[in-house]
């Protein structure tokens, strides 16, 4: 009986030391990937905003200051127009080229940006971003250093993987956003 005892005590205290060990890692490693997803979400939230700030203002980074949109230039134009030629789409994408353009484009960079960056509206965010990077990527074909698969598409895949995460709950005002009336009836608005 003693023998039996002891077998069942000693398998008591080994699950009793690994089930909360488990458990203590799994919450750390949960509460570890909100923070990295928080940080990528702000991180890419930043590289939309940035693009608008550089665009609108023309900060010289990508824009120089006469070509910034607050001083006529086309956020649009030169890329549609220029960095697709001899590209699969070229025809296309010049086309579209217009002031409608420019103000989808950076209307879309803004709200993404900020959307990203604040934490709200992540599949409306993920939804628009991954278009416009889909979108971006198209205009590359064909790409110079890959059959198929760039930036863009990571970017896009990332996107609807910080909506699906909630990733705007932490570090952000997702939790806020969701409880209003409206996000609740409207669910494509978390």
Known sequence: MAAITDTVSQRDTRSAYTAP????????????????????????????LW?????????????????????????????????TEGKTFHDFFASVASPAADWLFMIGLLGIGLALILGIGMWIAAISGSVMLVLMWAAGLPLENNPFMDDHIIYALVLVALAIYGAGRTWGLGRTWEALPIVHKLPILK
């Open 21 to 48: 060990d488990r458990a203590v890692g799994g919450e750390r490693r949960a509460y570890q990937a909100r923070h990295v997803l928080a940080i990528t979400r702000i991180a890419i939230g930043w590289v939309f």
């Open 51 to 83: 693009a608008f700030l550089d665009k609108t203002f023309g900060l010289g980074f990508a824009t120089e200051r006469a070509d910034a949109w607050v001083n006529g230039g086309s956020p649009t134009s030169g890329y549609l127009n220029f960095a």
